[in-house]
Each structure stands twice: as structure tokens, then as C-alpha cells.
T-cell receptor, first 113, second 112 residues
Framework: GESVGLHLPTLSVQEGDNSIINCAYS??????FIWYKQESGKGPQFIID?????DKRQGQRVTVLLNKTVKHLSLQIAATQPGDSAVYFC????????????FGTGTRLTIIP | DTEVTQTPKHLVMGMTNKKSLKCEQH?????MYWYKQKAKKPPELMFV???????INESVPSRFSPECPNSSLLNLHLHALQPEDSALYLC???????????FGEGSWLTVV
């Protein structure tokens, strides 16, 4: 079946360095992708989104890249801080809007001081 | 303001109990959602309400009963749950089906 998956379950990055979290998706009909950050004991927090008519979108310290050819998206976090430590999920919207978000398995990002 | 408020934060209930989880948003959002998240797993969709009507039920067992009393409130009524139903239950809302979904902090449910 269709799925949204992540390449790495864990990632450790030195404070101040940049981090890249990857996500693969298999539903070629998906046209909306979202990155969420979930800290321990909290609900998912929206970070950034991108639609399939774009290749790149930037936010504050974050950039999402979408490669539709290989069905891959990534989240880049610049100058990581201790507060960036969390689990990051990519999510994929199905055909009829994002009512049916499908989440990937998540990557735990740990920032090393 | 992108706040979705869930109560209670923690709930312990027996398998014969009846309890409810509550969710509230005052952002004027017209779509509200219930997700279930087990430990170390991604959230899984349970129900979607759009304009106060149930639009999606992801084959959730009938021991979970959603209710949308008005556009700001969403309840999840719980009855005869099993220990495997213990999880974090997340409420979310969005302006519409194509808009960003914002999550609450969740209600931690333990069934004993």
C-alpha cells in the first residue's frame, strides 16, 4: 500500500551545525506535504509545508525541499539549537485535501551541546 | 493564536468505565480531528468532522464515539475500552480541508 517513510530513525547533530531529515513517499498523487515537530509529552507542532507545484520553501531556520521525480522530501534545519531536539514527522495529504494526513514513522533528532 | 485545548491531560479508566475526552478551539476552524498515537509511533487518524458533520471514520471500533456539539467543540466518548487502547489521543483542527492542521497537546489515556 501507499506509505510515507523516513530513511533514518535517529539523528544526532552538534549544536550549531545544520541538520537534514529525509522522508520518502510512495503515493505519486500526493500533492501536499507537511513537517511536524513533536517534543516529548506534547502534540505535533506545525513547522512548514509545501505543495507539489513547488520545489523549495523556506521558513525561519528551516527549509523544505521536494523532489517529485524520486518522491523525496527533506527538512533542513540551520544552526541547530538544543530546543530543536524532538521527533520530526513528515506527513502527506491524500487526494481530497489534507483531511486524511498520513504520517511517516518519524526521526528523532538529538542536538549535542 | 493557533491553540487547540484538550482536557483532561491525563485519564486513567477501567474497562467498564465511561469517560469522555474534550477538545476546544476558538480559531473559527471548520474541520476538527481525532488522532490516536501509540508510544514511538506516528499519529493515526480516527475521525474527521467537517462543518460539524462526521466526514471520515477510519473504521474505528464503536467503543470510541465522537461528538461535535458545535463548531468549537469536539468530544470523544469512551466506553468499554481495552488496555491496548491506552495511548495519546490528539485533537486537531484546521480552517478547511486544504489548510494547515494544528494539534492540541493531547490526552494521555491509560486503560486498566
Amino acid at each position: 500500500g501507499e506509505s510515507v517513510g523516513l530513511h533514518l530513525p535517529t539523528l544526532s547533530v552538534q549544536e550549531g551545525d545544520n541538520s537534514i531529515i529525509n522522508c520518502a513517499y510512495s503515493n505519486s498523487a500526493s500533492d501536499y506535504f507537511i513537517w511536524y515537530k513533536q517534543e516529548s509529552g506534547k502534540g505535533p507542532q506545525f513547522i512548514i509545508d509545501i505543495r507539489s507545484n513547488m520545489d523549495k520553501r523556506q521558513g525561519q531556520r528551516v527549509t523544505v525541499l521536494l523532489n517529485k521525480t524520486v518522491k523525496h522530501l527533506s527538512l533542513q534545519i540551520a544552526a541547530t539549537q538544543p530546543g530543536d531536539s524532538a521527533v520530526y514527522f513528515c506527513a502527506e495529504a491524500t487526494n481530497f485535501g489534507n483531511e486524511k494526513l498520513t504520517f511517516g514513522t518519524g526521526t528523532r533528532l538529538t542536538i549535542i551541546p | 493564536d493557533t491553540e487547540v485545548t484538550q482536557t483532561p491531560k491525563h485519564l486513567v479508566m477501567g474497562m467498564t468505565n465511561k469517560k469522555s475526552l474534550k477538545c476546544e478551539q476558538h480559531m473559527g476552524h471548520r474541520a476538527m480531528y481525532w488522532y490516536k498515537q501509540k508510544a514511538k509511533k506516528p499519529p493515526e487518524l480516527m475521525f474527521v468532522y467537517s462543518y460539524e458533520k462526521l466526514s471520515i471514520n477510519e473504521s474505528v471500533p464503536s467503543r470510541f464515539s465522537p461528538e461535535c456539539p458545535n463548531s468549537s467543540l469536539l468530544n470523544l466518548h469512551l466506553h468499554a475500552l481495552q488496555p491496548e487502547d491506552s495511548a495519546l489521543y490528539l485533537c486537531a483542527s484546521s480552517q478547511g480541508p486544504w489548510d494547515t492542521i494544528y494539534f492540541g497537546e493531547g490526552s494521555w489515556l491509560t486503560v486498566v
